[in-house]
């Protein structure tokens, strides 16, 4: 079985461009997170979608962060523009239901550098 | 301020030590979790607990969750190198989000 997949790995960009990240979430998960990780503040829910419906958005830094999921099997993850401190690795991860009791599959993350 | 402390931050040992890494919190649970990752992984369950002083075993892993469902505890016996990662406790406040702790990172040296 395919898990989650994530798109680029890796991604290195300058500071004012536009970065997408992509996630193929595990087929007939209904819940799909993004996730950041850094140092200083671990692992932060961003966003998560429950039957490609957008649920709570709180965790968005700010209005550069916006997420879509146009079907069950894709969505991504938009910072326009990056700066520096976005800086960090996104997790993308799915779940079937009972969502905040059930196990959390991660997708290898896509560590993300903004000079 | 993390909702869930864990601790130590990092740890380590030689093989074939024991060790225990804490994850506390003044916030009442429903279930708490652990993930193991490792370098240029995610994270990834190891167990999920849900009952107040439920202990649970994972070969040389030991999981116990606290009375008050505040507290929880990872104990490994005689640690490989094959342990060395990322341990992360996750809670759920009842009706509310998964909370992840900033981690204990676990070396074993051979």
């Known amino acids: 079985d395919a898990g989650v997949i994530q798109s680029p790995r890796h991604e290195v960009t300058e500071m004012g461009q536009e970065v997408t990240l992509r996630c193929k979430p595990i087929s007939g998960h209904d819940y799909l997170f993004w996730y950041r990780q850094t140092m200083m503040r671990g692992l932060e829910l961003l966003i998560y979608?429950?039957?490609?419906?957008?649920?709570?958005d709180s965790g968005m830094p700010e209005d550069r962060f916006s997420a879509k999921m146009p079907n069950a099997s894709f969505s991504t993850l938009k910072i326009q523009p990056s700066e520096p401190r976005d800086s960090a690795v996104y997790f993308c991860?799915?779940?079937?239901?009972?969502?905040?009791?059930?196990?959390?599959?991660f997708g290898e993350g896509s560590r993300l550098t903004v000079l | 301020t993390q909702l869930l402390e864990q601790s130590p931050q990092f740890l380590s040992i030689q093989e074939g030590e024991n060790l225990t890494v804490y994850c506390n919190s003044s916030s009442v649970f429903s279930s708490l979790q652990w993930y193991r990752q490792e370098p240029g992984e995610g994270p990834v369950l190891l167990v999920t607990?849900?009952?107040?002083?439920e202990v649970k075993k994972l070969k040389r892993l030991t999981f116990q969750f606290g009375d008050a469902r505040k507290d929880s505890s990872l104990h490994i016996t005689a640690a490989q190198p094959g342990d060395t990662g990322l341990y992360l406790c996750a809670g759920v406040e009842y009706g509310n989000k998964l909370v992840f702790g900033a981690g204990t990172i676990l070396r074993v040296k051979s």
């Open positions: 991860a799915s779940s079937h239901n009972r969502v905040w009791a059930g196990e959390l599959f």
């Open positions: 607990v849900v009952t107040g002083g």
């Open positions: 979608f429950n039957n490609n419906v957008p649920i709570d």
